[in-house]
């Protein structure tokens, strides 16, 4: 199915062709009920009378329908139009990591920030067992300018440099910006409160990670509170962080490295070692930060720690 300018799709007007590929053609269209412009990828109809080819789509469609992540793909609805399907997406306005490459070498930063991005997507799908065998291409890629405007002005990446190396008062400052782009941006909450944490301000600290788990309810931020109560001297509260944590492990994973570092602000060395011992026997994609969260200082020195980190392969 071919479509033009001004032809439709139940409520959607097609504005212009974006691309085609194997799985189908993808178009910029205008959702007339939302006033709002969205992407339509369109099955063909030679190709949706493929049992298979049907069947691959519509898993895309459920399996993408059921994420909410920002380095995700949004869906928003599913159609049929005289017998060809359709998914209908958010609209990203930016050009593929393909085009970006073949402008020239990407800096460093800009690489890992990427990478960071790309692996955060697919741990979220892997969270809800999405799997797939397919690989990551460049122009499978988006690197959307909107969201890099609004998330990443500042750089996720660039601020927990400024924490990991100490500059606590940068850090809030670039949050705060963050913040000011992007009020429903949970991560510039929590390390506004991972900032303010640590310059002993931590009613704000508390302030600003309750207001992160209010839009995104993960036990990274509950790790991320529970160790602000501890270090403001509320191990109670610590201790239901930590009750909590127990909970919600017994519904899904929980990262055992968070729980150790609830430990570590109570100053519990022997239960912050036997969690990392467990993060590092599961393999637990967090415990690389075990070298250099500031959390973890206490147990700098200690015998079983670098003995940890000697098997980690983590220099000293």
């Given amino acids: 199915m071919s479509l033009g300018p001004g032809d439709r799709l139940g409520a959607y007007q097609i504005l212009a062709p974006i691309g085609a590929g194997a799985m189908g053609e993808v178009y910029s269209a205008c959702d007339d009920r939302l006033q709002r412009d969205v992407a339509i990828k369109v099955l063909p109809p030679s190709l949706s009378a493929d049992p298979d080819r049907l069947r691959r789509f519509e898993q895309e469609a459920q399996a993408a329908g059921r994420l909410n992540h ?34 020239g070498r990407l800096p460093a930063p800009t690489t890992i920030d990427f990478s960071m991005q790309l692996a955060l997507g697919l741990a979220a799908a892997h969270d809800k067992g999405i799997t797939h065998d397919l690989q990551v291409v460049p122009e499978a890629a988006a690197a959307d300018r909107t969201r890099a405007e609004r998330r990443h002005r500042g750089g996720r990446l660039g601020r927990w440099v400024y924490y990991l190396a100490g500059q606590y008062d940068r850090i809030i400052e670039v949050c705060r910006k963050a913040v000011d782009l992007d009020p429903n941006y949970w991560p510039a909450h929590a390390e506004l409160g991972l900032g303010y944490e640590k310059v002993g301000r931590f009613a704000d600290a508390v302030a600003s990670l309750q207001r992160a788990r209010q839009l995104d309810n993960s036990p990274t931020i509950l790790e ?14 610590a201790r239901k962080v930590l009750a ?4 919600q492990a017994a519904q899904h994973y929980v990262c055992p490295y968070e729980v150790a570092t609830v430990h570590a602000g109570l100053g519990d060395r022997k239960a912050t070692l036997e969690w990392l011992e467990k993060g590092y026997q599961e393999r637990a994609d ?31």
């Fill in 70 to 103: 920002p380095n995700i793909l949004a869906i928003y609805d599913i159609g049929t139009h005289e017998g060809a399907p359709f998914i209908v997406s958010e609209l990203l306005e930016g050009e593929t990591l393909q085009s970006r490459r073949a402008a």
């Fill in 286 to 316: 967090c415990m690389p930060w075990v070298r250099s969260d500031p959390k973890l200082n206490s147990l700098r020195g200690d015998p079983q720690f670098e003995d940890l980190l000697r098997r980690m392969g983590l220099p000293r």
């Fill in 224 to 237: 991320m509170l529970g160790g602000a109560y501890a270090a403001w001297g509320k191990k109670e509260e």
């Fill in 244 to 247: 909590e944590l127990a909970e």
